[in-house]
């Protein structure tokens, strides 16, 4: 069984920092790519970065600049780095990471449970 724990939220004055965690734990035979999407309360969930396996980057324009996504793959972990947050960056945000359980597995979608961020004005 594959599980998805994300860790750091709060809440944050605007400006402020904020760093998300995301370890991946169980059995687990290959990380592809990982990301950090969002959610806030009406809307859709929405990309905020992806990071391939290799280290490709991208990033939501409404980010860039500011957010920087890494990831550990010894750790199974992936990061995001907030800085210069914006009370529009309020949002539950997820962590998504495409694996396969084993050598002859398709990869799937896993994602967390969420942590929330709110940014004061």
């Known amino acids: 069984q594959v599980q998805l724990v994300e860790s750091g939220g709060g809440l944050v004055q605007a400006g402020g920092s904020l760093r998300l965690s995301c370890a991946a734990s169980?059995?687990?035979?290959?990380?592809?790519?990982m990301g950090w999407y969002r959610q806030a309360p009406g809307d859709e969930r929405e990309l905020v970065a992806h990071?391939?396996?290799?280290?490709?980057?991208n990033y939501a324009d409404s980010v860039k600049g500011r957010f920087t996504i890494s990831r550990d793959n010894a750790k199974n972990t992936v990061y995001l780095q907030m800085t210069s947050l914006k009370p529009d960056d309020t949002s539950v945000y997820y962590c998504l990471a495409v694996m396969g359980a084993g050598p002859s597995d398709d990869p799937m979608d896993y994602w967390g449970k969420g942590t929330l961020v709110t940014v004061s004005s």
């Open positions: 990071i391939t396996s290799g280290g490709n980057t």
């Open positions: 169980g059995s687990i035979f290959s990380i592809n790519a």
